[in-house]
């Protein structure tokens, strides 16, 4: 059975920075895409970061760059999001998710992926 639990969300002011974890389990690690999504009150569900495990090649949302850094360890089962420089905007539930179809990752990022999480919620405050 696959699992994937997130770890790590909190709330913190305007500037601060939190580390998301996501342990995975159920599915051999190395050959999936895992990635994080987010959804804000009201808004819809976006991809905020993905990474493919068989190459390590990551991609990112715009509104992401430059502060969020996506990593995995293969040792763990666990993928982390490194976020920096939080904003008020970046206030969402995140979701881990997992993928082995081997699809590129912009379309992950656009579509999401087979296997979710239950999510870990992420406050910003200003």
């Known amino acids: ?5 997130e770890s790590g969300g909190g709330l913190v002011q305007a500037g601060g920075s939190l580390r998301l974890s996501c342990a ?11 990635g994080w999504f987010r959804q804000a ?6 991809g905020v970061s993905c ?9 990112y949302a715009d509104s992401v760059k430059g502060r969020f850094t996506i990593s995995s360890d293969s040792a ?4 982390y999001l ?19 179809r081997g699809l590129r990752l912009e379309t992950y990022h656009k579509y999401g992926m087979h296997y979710w999480g239950k999510g870990t919620l992420v406050t910003v405050s200003s």
């Open 51 to 59: 990474i493919s495990n068989s190459d390590a090649s990551t991609y």
């Open 82 to 100: 490194q976020m920096n420089s939080l904003k008020p905007e970046d206030t969402a539930v995140y979701y881990c998710a997992a993928d082995g």
């Open 76 to 79: 763990k089962n666990t993928v």
């Open 1 to 5: 059975e696959v699992q994937l639990v």
């Open 24 to 34: 995975a389990s159920g599915f051999i690690f190395d050959d999936y895409t895992i």
């Open 41 to 46: 009150p009201g808004k819809e569900r976006e």
